[in-house]
């Protein structure tokens, strides 16, 4: 069966441009999450959406956000991008909306701001 | 706030040698992960540990969760160039079960 599909997979901006990535989980999965992942802080959770609903949110700055369709595929907007922001943006799935098993990760965007 | 330190952060040997990488935490999980990542590429779940003391075995790798469930350790034995990628563990519960915390990492390279 599929994995886990990010569109795009690179992706150049300016500073101060907005940016949207999606993720389409594994059929069937219906919580999808966010990490923003840097050489200097690792993986760090973002958000995790459940059925449409945002049930935790990670300690990041209100420009960034997401949401998740009634199919279960989901989306995430930086706005007002600063240098910073240049990371890989990883999406993941889980069938029942707990990570007590784990995850299936996405192959990542990789956002890059100039 | 919950942490996980991994050691070591880099580890280069040669094919054929054993190593062991720690996951370290002053904090209790009620799951701990080990992930392997290769370059561009997204996280693969290795082996999920849930029981205190527990030990898994997946070919040359062992995965044991510490008895406290705060700490966790993988081994290789008998390392191979396929094995070269970033291991990553991750720590489930502590008041969520929707998010992991991550360790940063151990860079492991392993030469022919």
């Known amino acids: 069966k599929a994995g886990v599909t990010q569109t795009p997979r690179y992706l150049i901006k300016t500073r101060g441009q907005q940016v949207t990535l999606s993720c389409s989980p594994i059929?069937?999965?219906?919580?999808v999450s966010w990490y923003q992942q840097t050489p200097g802080q690792g993986l760090q959770f973002l958000f995790e959406y459940f059925s449409e609903t945002q049930r935790n949110k990670g300690n990041f700055p209100g420009r960034f956000s997401g949401r998740q369709f009634s199919n279960s595929r989901s989306e995430m907007n930086v706005s007002t991008l600063e240098l910073g922001d240049s990371a890989l943006y990883l999406c993941a799935s889980s069938p029942t909306g707990t990570v007590y098993y784990g995850y299936t990760f996405g192959s990542g965007t990789r956002l890059t701001v100039v | 706030t919950q942490l996980l330190e991994q050691s070591p952060q880099f580890l280069s040997i040669q094919e054929g040698e054993n190593l062991t990488v720690y996951c370290n935490s002053s904090?209790?999980?009620?799951?701990l992960q080990w992930y392997r990542q290769e370059p561009g590429e997204g996280p693969v779940l290795l082996v999920t540990?849930?029981?205190?003391?527990e030990v898994k075995k997946l070919k040359r790798l062992t995965f044991q969760f510490g008895d406290a469930r705060k700490d966790s350790s993988l081994h290789i034995t008998a390392a191979q160039p396929g094995d070269t990628g970033l291991y990553l563990c991750a720590g489930a519960g502590g008041g969520s079960n929707y998010k992991l915390t991550f360790g940063k990492g151990t860079l492991l390279t392993v030469n022919p």
């Open positions: 904090s209790v999980f009620s799951s």
């Open positions: 540990v849930v029981t205190g003391g």
């Open positions: 059929s069937g999965h219906r919580s």
